[in-house]
């Protein structure tokens, strides 16, 4: 799946938002299924650590671009877990 040239410029926050939205849950229960705090989402500043996204996100949404996610290179899922979780 790729995403316009503006996401792509976009900052991590904007980029996990997307992500969200893309997978039709709220951000808390995004949180939640991640073992991140309430509200973390809302307070990411300027990125997210690499070690969060391995330990947090990556076991539960292994189809989320890691290299996406946090640089806003290529594609929002990677092909090869794309199977894995499908939005709603």
Do not use: C
Request: glycine share 4%; hydrophobic share 35%.
């Amino acid at each position: 799946m790729k995403i316009n040239e503006n996401l792509e410029q976009s900052s991590v926050k904007e980029r996990l938002k997307f992500f969200i939205r893309y997978l039709d849950i709220s951000q808390s229960d995004f949180e939640k299924k991640t073992n991140l705090s309430n509200g973390y989402v809302n307070n990411i500043r300027k990125s997210i650590k690499s070690e969060k996204f391995d330990e947090n996100i990556a076991p539960v949404f292994p189809q989320l671009n890691k290299i996406w996610l946090l640089h806003g290179e290529g594609d929002m899922l990677d092909e090869l877990d794309v199977h894995h979780y499908k939005p709603k």
